[in-house]
């Protein structure tokens, strides 16, 4: 019988993992990509750095009472979340299970990409209902900022696609 040890911080990013992200309620702020970094000083002082999709983002406030809340929740009295942009997001952060839940939830995922995002990044999108890639962009401006509207031809369904930032 072996039993795994994890570390203090390791728990930490577990408890975060708990936090749901408000516009994907199934995708973690973890697999998102936006918790950037877990610091514990000598007295068991958290900081959390995190880093949001964009600057306007409406959640910004719920999602650090949220993953402060979660890290008192695991037994540390002394937690601040602190937001920055330091380290700016891109949709290349999100996790690979990240990617996989986002697809499964309706929505395209961002493709990775290397250099700077452009349109063509949008155009070539697979169909998360049917994986068909005979699909085409109807506007690159959906319900939110961050996705855009396209349509297959092979299973009928219009569906969204989060945009690669």
């Not at 390791?10 to 993992?17: M, V």
């Not at 610091?39 to 995190?50: E, R, T, W, Y």
């Not at 979660?70 to 690979?96: C, K, L, P």
Request: include cysteine.
């Amino acid at each position: 019988m072996s039993t795994t040890v994890i570390s203090a911080t390791d728990h930490i990013w577990e408890a975060i993992a708990q936090v749901m992200d408000p516009e994907i309620p199934v995708l973690s702020v973890v697999d998102l990509g936006i918790i950037t970094d877990v610091q514990i000083d000598g007295q068991n002082a958290v900081k959390v750095l995190m880093t949001p999709t964009f600057s306007g983002c409406p959640a910004i406030r719920l999602m650090e009472k949220q993953v402060k809340e979660a890290v008192e929740g695991v037994g540390y009295a002394q937690v601040t979340v602190e937001t920055n942009f330091d380290v700016t997001w891109n949709s290349n952060m999100i996790s690979d299970k990240g990617r996989e839940i986002i697809k499964n939830f309706g929505l395209a995922p961002p493709p990775k990409y290397k250099g700077q995002p452009d349109m063509s990044l949008l155009a070539h999108t697979a169909c998360p209902y049917c994986n068909s890639e005979n699909t085409t962009l109807k506007t690159p401006f959906g319900p939110t900022l961050c996705r855009s509207m396209h349509y297959c031809y092979d299973c009928l369904q219009a569906f969204e696609q989060f945009k690669p930032i």
